[in-house]
Each structure stands twice: as C-alpha cells, then as structure tokens.
C-alpha cells in the first residue's frame, strides 16, 4: 500500500471512529430531529388521568415535563382528550352490576368497563395546565358518543374513523411520534392506527405511563413492536 492509499485509509477510519464517538454519546444512537413532516401525538394528558383524578395512571403527572421538554423540536402538534357524556357505555355505572376493570360484550365487540371518568365539561376532563405547548393546532375529542368508546385518535371502537388520518395527510405528515396516557390503551391504540395507516410511527417510552391491567404494558409493547412502531426514549429528540 503506498502513502497516498494509506493516508486515504487513515482519514476513513477516524471519521468512523469520530462517528461512532459521536454516536455513543448520544446514548448509542443518533438522535432524531423532527421536520415538517413530523408531529407530536400528546394523548389523553388530563385532569382524569394523573393523580386525583377519577381514573389516575400511576405516575401519569410524569410525563408533563418530559412532553414539555420535546415539544419545542416540533413546529406540528396534535393532541387528544377524552370527552365522555354522562352514562357513557365505557362507565360501569351504566351497567346494572358492572364494575370497573371488568370486560364486557357490546355491539361492537369487547368493552372495559371503567370508572366514571372525562365526563365532558369537567375539570377531571380538562388538559393538564401544566403542559406548555402553545403551538398545539387540533385537539381531537375521543369517546363523545354515547354508545361507543374510542381508544385511539384515528378510529372509534367499532372504527368509524375520526379523520386525523385525512387532516394529517393533508398536511403533509409522515412521521408520528405518539406520547401521553395510558401507554396500555390509547398510546397504544393511537400507534397501532398509524403504523396500519402508513404513517411511520414512533412511541416516546419516558413520555407515557401506562396502566397495566394483568400485564396490559407489556403486551401492548409486544404488539407494537411486532406492528413496526418504534419505541425510542426522549433524549433520542434532537430540540434546538
């Protein structure tokens, strides 16, 4: 090998290795930065789902500065709320001798029953105000028909679609990064709707709590991952 060959060979190798250092010291990845193409998913982060409310997901006030800290790297976000009307099918309540946490059978398959919880106009149904994401630009309403739950952002329980899926393509949207509670449900729902949708799909682990019904977190990984949704953590964001 002559001079110039192993000069050439050299300069390789410590831009590899300039890289890899790199890399490492991102956590053994390169982050993520997210374009315009991009949108933070903020699930169900309300009153009703952190400590007080009427149905709190253990330690779901956590990921409020998690959410907080990542949300200025993204020019587009959407978030959800829950937005029940009293008697609402998914309530125990409106069962004459269901309780919570029970699994039922209604029109459109199988339904948990829960607490009384989100009922519209509340504070237990109000978005955290501790979230700080002036730039949010929709707000999609989950499970407002009597008759019919709805998990995630883009379908009701029996799939009659919400139509994010239409806003989001219209806008131009490829890359979803989906955050919020409960990881089990909602999150979970939410991610497995946009993988079948197309969209590449990205679940914020450290930015989700979830409930964790016999095993239900780990089983909803499973599925997602299983489903090519990707489970990254939030230091993986590139924020400016």
Not at 66 to 82: E, G, L, W
Not at 121 to 147: C, M, N, S, W, Y
Request: some cysteine; aromatic content about 6%.
């Amino acid at each position: 090998m002559n001079r110039r060959a192993a000069l050439r060979l050299l300069g390789g190798v410590t831009t590899i290795a300039a890289s890899a250092a790199s890399t490492a010291a991102l956590g053994g990845a390169p982050r993520i930065r997210p374009d315009a193409a991009s949108v933070l998913i903020v699930v169900d982060v309300q009153n009703c789902f952190i400590t007080g409310g009427t149905l709190a997901v253990p330690h779901g006030e956590d990921v409020v500065p998690v959410i907080n800290k990542i949300a200025p790297a993204f020019v587009n976000v959407v978030m959800t709320q829950d937005w029940h009307p009293p008697a609402h099918v998914s309530f125990a309540s409106s069962h004459p001798g269901g309780r919570p946490f029970e699994t039922i059978e209604v029109a459109y398959g199988k339904q948990t029953l829960w607490p009384d919880h989100c009922v519209q106009g509340t504070h237990d149904a109000a978005l955290d105000r501790d979230l700080e994401i002036p730039q949010a630009e929709l707000i999609v309403r989950k499970g407002f028909h009597r008759e019919v739950d709805s998990y995630s952002a883009f379908r009701e329980a029996n799939r009659t679609p919400t139509g994010l899926q239409g806003y989001l393509r219209e806008r131009g949207m490829r890359r979803l990064f989906v955050t919020g509670l409960a990881t089990d449900f909602c999150v979970a729902r939410t991610a497995l709707d946009a993988r079948q949708a197309g969209f590449d799909t990205y679940v914020i682990e450290d930015a989700c709590r979830g409930i964790n019904l016999n095993g239900s977190v780990a089983a909803a990984w499973r599925d997602m991952t299983r489903r090519g949704v990707r489970r990254i953590q939030s230091k993986e964001i590139e924020v400016a």
